[in-house]
């Protein structure tokens, strides 16, 4: 068995049909992140102008990072405005380079995210198939199906359970923020999960102390 192969751009991961036999299988829709920098550390000329020109806007420029304030004002100036403080501070858990300390972002994982967001933003528009701004269960699942992910259904029902109940019985819908980090959630735990399964095998042997730590950043990051 083994995982889906990755696919160069998002178009051509829409509507494949996974492996049914398959335990479990993943691809990765966005193909490899591009070197955007120059040798300084700052942008590289071919990166997008607007990733520069919103990166500038919230003064990463000044200080070459941008810190939670500074990202939500970067990505309101490429149209997503209204993001929640959960997710950007969940954007910059995620992205943050594994050296660094703070929670905060350089023009690498800044030009990752937003190259990143544009994909998912991309997903949701396509899936989101009643053009209500949010997505019912039924559309998550097809997002989740056809971009490879076969989650038992189990755990597709207990993200349902997570996600659409409004803690009252009522179900509500995912609007944008809550679809990104849903997804954003299941691909990189999938990713951890690899890792300790080499073989593809769909198992893996974890100790009490490498769970924990795969699972509770994740956990905090929504604190």
């Given at each position: 068995m083994a995982y889906a192969p990755s696919a160069p751009e998002l178009p051509e991961s829409f509507g494949q049909q996974?492996?049914?036999?398959?335990r479990y299988t993943y691809a990765y829709p966005y193909?490899?992140?591009?070197?955007?920098?120059g040798s300084s550390g700052m942008f590289s000329p071919e990166t997008h102008p607007d990733i520069v020109r919103s990166f500038e806007s919230a003064g990463g420029n000044r200080s070459g990072f941008l810190d939670e304030s500074e990202l939500r004002h970067a990505?309101?100036?490429?149209?997503?405005?209204?993001i929640s403080n959960r997710t950007i501070r969940f954007l910059l858990f995620i992205y943050k380079s594994p050296a660094e300390s703070l929670l905060r972002l350089g023009p690498k994982e800044y030009a990752e995210l937003w190259n990143c967001l544009a994909q998912w933003r991309a997903m949701f528009d396509r899936y989101d198939r009643d053009r209500s701004g949010r997505m019912n269960?039924?559309?998550?699942?097809?997002?989740?199906?056809?971009?490879?992910?076969?989650?038992?259904?189990?755990?597709?029902?207990?993200?349902?359970l997570s996600q659409?109940?409004?803690?009252?019985?009522?179900?509500?819908?995912?609007?944008?923020?809550?679809?990104?980090?849903?997804?954003?959630?299941?691909?990189?735990?999938?990713?951890?999960?690899?890792?300790k399964d080499p073989?593809?095998?769909?198992?893996?042997?974890?100790?009490?102390?490498?769970?924990?730590s795969m699972v509770i950043p994740f956990i905090a990051s929504y604190d």
């Open positions: 996974v492996d049914e036999e398959a193909g490899q992140p591009t070197n955007q920098l990505l309101s100036f490429s149209g997503y405005e209204g269960a039924l559309e998550l699942r097809d997002a989740f199906y056809h971009l490879g992910y076969m989650l038992p259904s189990s755990v597709l029902q207990l993200i349902i659409f109940d409004d803690g009252t019985g009522n179900t509500v819908d995912l609007c944008f923020d809550r679809f990104l980090e849903c997804g954003m959630t299941v691909k990189s735990l999938t990713e951890k999960f690899k890792e073989g593809y095998t769909g198992y893996a042997t974890l100790s009490y102390d490498a769970f924990m």
